[in-house]
């Protein structure tokens, strides 16, 4: 046998032998009973072999997969040996609805499933799933009174319990509530301030039935009250009260505000949602519950558009016996801001008799079920959208206030904490109906500017004095430019007396419109002689007219135009005259132009005037042979002119200044010229003139040392003096009179 022949015996055995195996099947699972093979073992790894969620069976020879307990094939087979589809959980509590029982819930498992009682059923022998009632009554019956309150009593049903509450007490319709007493004599509409508001009554009565079908023992416990039909049928009376207008009677108000939370507290407990909003024509009702055994606690926010209202629920609980349930309610009126835009003598004690205030948000409503609203343990936030945006202003602040029950405006345990020009936020610490206020000041007198507008209107009233003395008395200066001087300072003397006494007097009403129309009067007529010198000062230098001007028209100009145009604003707008700060013409009414409008005529004029003359004089002085001393003079007229100009007319333009606050320093220069309007005038008219200087001179050494004949001196000197003016005057120059 040679080695080639012995190889190729030896592969067909091999062949052979793996031939053999091939059929046997003792590996791969054909079951052959062949006393060659051992049965292996196909179900070592089953997960491979038949999936998840399956056994694996081995049986001789061969093996079979089978789903778990709790599982299907997807496919539906029963043993199968391929994975050809998968073992599927059952859902066993679809499958049998009742396999838990009546009492209990089945929660599905993957492969299995569990049971829980319901609440209120428990689970009393853990070998069978069968839940039974829990008796809370008699579970509780050593703690009747805890579970249902003094004036319940338990009654149990499958699952829960009702209680049972004696007349007078309710639990709400609602089941595991305990008894609470309603007080639906509240509701009775006797006092007479509801009276008057017509509607409130058919609330009062609306609620009332409500109240009492609560508290009546057998309706009880059957748990149809509708809480939200009756939020809805609150909500549509207080519209028809509120959708004609505004209401008048500030009591009427407080009823209808009143009644309206009383009924909140009492509708509130018996609404179904944990949060109901319902949102009416002139209503937006935000209402918050809590139900259950203990008192609830975490931050509590309810908001609408215009409002919000920060708290917690243990503030809106309240810390007394806990009736099972908890409410809060933000109710917003969407035009009640006309009804209660009045009522604000509390707050005008507590501050400046002078400030005004108005309505500057919604008005809203508070409502919680704490019994004890007066004195809340926390403090609660409500933020305001304030009507219309603001910016801040040393003149207007904002405050928070409640509409109490006597039908007025009160702020106390409210203040404001926070506000910008669009949100006010206040802080309570005790609940009703609140509005933010906006507080107007009048604007400040700055102290500065009134010691110096007192003292110069003081040395102002001095110095007219004495021109008025100088102007009556001096014989050298006679002439018309003198009339206008003298009544000029006759007028300054009377308004400057008046506004120093009377400006502020506003008190008894008539004698402040006499005050502000005598000031009326009397400021025109210093405009209008302003005007009649300007008249003057023309004719003299441009017209080159020295002849002097009929008394009798320098009067009607002078006193006759400012009379006449008070009278007939007198007559347009009697009720113009005095305002609420200020014995002056009212600026609203427009009344305030019957003043403005001739003084800005007149200044116009005046600065024409003023100019032509400037210019004309100023041609004259180039035209003359221009020799210093004349120069000198024209110097002297054009500082004199202008400072006239000023002191008479001019720095009521800076007047028009005063209507933009802040600028300190114009208002400092407008009070400063004006109230010292008197001593300009004397300085200028009576000081710096040469003539008058030369009697004052005179008259003072006839003062100093005394002669007999003083009078007759003082006399002596007109001649002369007259006679010097006359032959000034015929130099057509005019300036020497200035
Ligand atoms: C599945 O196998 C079991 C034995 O393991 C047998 O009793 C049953 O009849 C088989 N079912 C089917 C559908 O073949
Ligand atoms: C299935 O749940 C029952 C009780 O509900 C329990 O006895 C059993 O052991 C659970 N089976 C599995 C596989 O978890
Ligand atoms: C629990 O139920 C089983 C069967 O339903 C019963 O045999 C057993 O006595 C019960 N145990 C109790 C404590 O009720
Ligand atoms: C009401 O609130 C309670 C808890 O305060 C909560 O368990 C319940 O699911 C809420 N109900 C609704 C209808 O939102
Ligand atoms: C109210 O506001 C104050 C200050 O912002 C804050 O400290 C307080 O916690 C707020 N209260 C509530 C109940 O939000
Ligand atoms: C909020 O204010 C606006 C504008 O004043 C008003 O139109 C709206 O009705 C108000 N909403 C509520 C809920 O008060
Ligand atoms: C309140 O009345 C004043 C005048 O009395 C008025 O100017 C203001 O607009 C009113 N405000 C509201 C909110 O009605
Ligand atoms: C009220 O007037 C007094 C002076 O009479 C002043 O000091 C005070 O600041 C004013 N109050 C307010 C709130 O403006
Ligand atoms: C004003 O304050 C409110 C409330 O605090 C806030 O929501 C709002 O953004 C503020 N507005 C401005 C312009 O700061």
Redesign the pocket.
């Known amino acids: 046998m040679n080695t080639m022949s012995f190889g190729r015996k030896l592969l067909m055995l091999g062949f052979a032998c793996i031939m053999w195996k091939c059929v046997s099947g003792c590996e791969n699972g054909r079951s052959d009973n062949s006393e060659h093979c051992t049965d292996a073992d196909e179900c070592e790894d089953p997960v491979n072999v038949c999936g998840k969620h399956a056994e694996c ?1 081995n ?1 001789a020879g061969s093996f ?1 997969c ?1 789903c778990l307990n709790g599982f299907v094939h997807s496919k539906g ?3 199968f040996t391929v994975v050809d589809g998968q073992c599927v959980d059952v859902n066993e509590c679809r499958q049998d609805k009742e396999i838990c029982g009546q009492f209990s819930t089945c929660t599905n498992m993957i492969g299995n499933y569990s049971c829980t009682c319901n609440l209120g059923f428990v689970l009393t022998n853990s070998s069978d799933s069968n839940c039974v009632d829990i008796d809370e009554c008699n579970v509780a019956e050593s703690k009747n009174e805890l579970i249902c309150g003094q004036k319940g009593t338990c009654v149990n049903t499958p699952g829960s319990y009702w209680c049972k509450c004696a007349e007078g007490y309710t639990s709400y319709g609602i089941e595991r509530t305990p008894c609470s007493e309603l007080k639906c004599e509240s509701f009775s509409g006797a006092r007479r301030p509801a009276k008057s508001l017509g509607g409130l009554e058919g609330i009062l009565a609306m609620m009332r039935n409500s109240c009492l079908a609560l508290s009546n023992p057998s309706a009880s416990g059957e748990g149809n009250a509708e809480g939200e039909a009756l939020l809805e049928k609150l909500l549509t009376a207080t519209d028809s009260i509120l959708s004609p207008g505004p209401l008048d009677h500030s009591e009427g108000v407080s009823g209808l505000l009143g009644t309206v939370e009383k009924s909140i507290l009492l509708i509130g407990p018996q609404l179904k949602r944990n949060t109901t909003r319902i949102e009416s024509s002139e209503t937006d009702a935000q209402i918050a519950v809590r139900r259950g055994k203990t008192l609830p606690t975490g931050p509590l926010h309810l908001s609408n558009e215009n409002a919000t209202l920060s708290t917690d629920w243990s503030t809106a609980a309240g810390t007394g016996p806990y009736p099972g349930f908890a409410l809060a309610a933000l109710l917003s009126y969407k035009n009640l801001e006309g009804s209660v835009n009045r009522s604000f003598e509390e707050l005008k004690q507590d501050r400046n008799d002078s400030a005004s205030f108005q309505i500057f948000s919604k008005v809203v409503s508070v409502v919680v079920s704490n019994p004890s609203t007066h004195s809340l343990k926390h403090h609660v936030n409500i933020t305001f959208r304030h009507l219309q945006d603001m910016k801040e202003s040393p003149e207007l602040s904002y405050i928070c206030a409640y509409w109490n029950e006597k039908g007025a405006w009160s702020t106390d345990g409210c203040h404001q904490q926070y506000s910008n020009a669009t949100h006010t936020v206040c802080t309570c610490t005790h609940l009703s109906s609140f509005a933010v206020l906006m507080a107007l000041y009048p604007m400040e007198p700055n102290f500065g500017l009134l010691v110096v507008t007192k003292i110069g209107l003081i040395i102002s009233l001095l110095c007219l004095i004495l021109s008025i003395l100088t102007f009556k008395f001096c014989r050298s200066i006679q002439g018309t430019r003198n009339t206008i001087h003298l009544h000029l300072c006759i007028c300054l003397f009377v308004a400057d007396l008046i506004f120093l006494v009377g400006i502020s007097q506003t008190k008894p009403e008539g004698g402040c419109r006499f005050v502000a129309a005598m000031l009326h009067f009397s400021f025109l007529g210093v405009f209008h002689w302003m005007l009649l010198e300007g008249v003057q000062l023309y004719r003299m230098v441009v017209l080159v007219f020295n002849a002097t001007i009929r008394p009798l028209y320098l009067y009607v100009t002078g006193y006759g135009a400012p009379l006449a145009i008070v009278i007939i604003s007198a007559l347009i707008r009697p009720n113009g005259y005095g305002t609420e700060h200020h014995c002056w013409l009212s600026q609203s009414d427009g009344l305030i132009w019957s003043f403005f409008g001739p003084v800005c005529f007149i200044i116009v004029l005046n600065v024409f005037f003023f100019i032509i003359t400037v210019w004309k004089l100023a041609q004259k002085f180039t035209s003359l042979n221009p020799d210093l001393s004349k120069l000198h003079k024209i110097k002297a007229f054009t500082v004199t002119a202008i400072a006239q100009m000023c002191v008479l007319g001019l720095m009521w333009v800076f007047g028009a200044f005063l209507f933009q606050s802040g600028l300190t320093a114009v208002e400092y220069i407008f009070t400063i010229l004006n109230s010292l309007q008197g001593a300009l005038v004397f300085f200028m008219h009576c000081l710096l003139s040469k003539q008058v200087r030369e009697e004052y001179a005179h008259f003072l050494s006839c003062v100093c040392t005394p002669q007999k004949k003083r009078y007759s001196d003082f006399s002596s000197t007109n001649p002369s003096s007259s006679q010097s003016q006359g032959t000034r005057s015929g130099q057509h120059t005019g300036e020497s009179q200035i």
Do not use: D, G, P, Y
């Open positions: 069976i049986t079979f089978k087979m029963e043993n």
